[in-house]
């Protein structure tokens, strides 16, 4: 049994989605969140930058003394999972390792699809979170980078006719090469999850990695001894941002899908995260 | 005459733009450019981190000697302006001021339309702007946020029936106010002119802020005696970027419309940028 916190990172607030599924799975351990909302995105920016900011995160959380690590955000992922173990003595769970896990137990016909920001897809961390975890030949992935979804999950447009219309010109493609599951490897990208369906046909089952994720990590806690005693009093979350917005609340409880913690800033400033 | 640098700050590559009138309104005049690539965009975040973001891209071009300080970010100039004339010893050309008065220019019947990024159009800078600039009464303003611009321009759709939605979209209700006059108040957004004209109708006066930012430059210059002498060479101007992507230099030269000088790249390391 360990009572310390576990740590949850994202470039920004859609890693909330994950969260949630770590409430639902994990009720009794208390959650510190941290999203570089003065950064964000990631998806548009070098994987070396992408891989600074993430290890500059997970130092601020592990100075909270967190036992593990979710990073929620898939670009992190995608560039600073081999870092962050190689850095941190926590055990450290990624989206995409989880995502291409669930993925390949829902394929039938072994043809993927994967899609997710312009630096998540030219990373091909998924392609090589696939081949790692295969146990059978033949497995055909199709990546195909959105970059217009999280712009218009945040306009919330979400069953606009511009987002089908886009949809369609992404996944068209997608669709064509006869992919019977699709990883939606963004954490924006589930609020998406009518236009994305309604453009790959109803046959393709859609993916989402926060599910897997969350039981990741609980397998990982339940190995290790790391899970929290039953509590009497619901565990008490915090969530720290590099960046507040005045529409920050509304957005981020519809991905949480319930009321939202009290958040605290942080800066960087002097080499590390500090409270303001 | 001064032949020190004259610096251009933008958080990111839209600026080019302006960069491209600098160069040919003040061709002796040697640049530094400083665009904030690691954390764009800036026009989706609060107004006081695009401030402190601001003064950090400030006092690294003032490190390089600049004896002047074009802001071509609309949003940071929309929020930054009066910190940075209060903490700056030198003359700092906003991009707003120089719009709005090109804008007050053009207008026949006082209908003004402004678009540009959430936090632009949140701070009303281009309303006061207006209002300290009119000389004439009954001006009336019509602001309109278009976040989907920007990624729109990145994604290269210049002319995508997506794209041509969105303006209709954004830009009905503008039309229908009967401005005739509408600001581009985003450095992205005149990439994007042939369809918000469409949108907005033939008869609507589309105002790009870069030729009245260089040519209020070139008036200051001029009145504080700080002109460069006229060159024997072409001066050699340097761009920083807090984060450089294999797609950089493509888009960047779309903007700027000629081949780019050398690109450094700098991190905000022990409150500072440094090169890398």
């Known amino acids: 049994m360990n009572s310390r916190p576990l740590g949850v990172f994202d470039s920004g607030i859609g890693g909330l989605t994950v969260v949630r599924e770590l409430l639902r799975q994990l009720p009794d351990e208390r959650l510190l969140y941290f999203g570089d ?33 979710v ?37 039938k016909n072994g043809k993927l699809g ?61 669709r ?10 963004c954490t924006h990208y589930p609020i998406l999850a009518d236009v994305i369906q309604e453009a790959v046909g109803p046959s393709v089952r859609l993916v989402d990695a926060g599910h897997g994720t969350a039981r990741a990590m609980r397998e990982r806690l339940d190995a290790e001894g790391l899970r929290a005693p039953a509590a009497a009093q ?3 979350h915090r969530i720290f941002l590099s960046d507040l917005l005045p529409a920050f609340r509304t957005t981020s409880e519809r991905f949480l899908g319930q009321e939202l913690p009290p958040v605290e800033v942080v800066h960087w400033k002097d080499e590390r995260w500090v409270r303001v």
């Open 37 to 69: 909302t003065a950064r964000l995105p990631y998806g548009t920016k070098s994987g070396e930058t992408v891989t600074r900011f993430t290890l500059e995160a997970a130092e601020f959380l592990c100075e909270h003394n967190i036992k593990a690590l």
């Open 234 to 236: 619901p565990p008490e």
């Open 176 to 185: 064509e090469r006869g992919v019977d599951t699709l990883v939606l490897g």
């Open 71 to 107: 990073v929620a955000c898939n670009t992190a992922s995608a560039y600073a999972l081999p870092a962050l173990a190689e850095s941190l003595p926590i055990p450290v769970i990624g989206v995409i390792e989880s995502g291409a896990a669930a993925a390949l137990e829902a394929t």
């Open 114 to 174: 994967v899609i997710g920001t312009s630096a998540t897809v030219s990373s091909r961390a998924y392609d090589r979170a696939v081949e790692r975890l295969a146990r059978r030949e033949n497995i055909e992935i199709m990546s195909k980078a959105c970059p217009l979804f999280v712009p218009l999950a945040e306009e919330g447009w979400t069953h606009h006719e511009v987002t089908r219309l886009v949809a369609r010109e992404y996944l068209t493609p997608v």
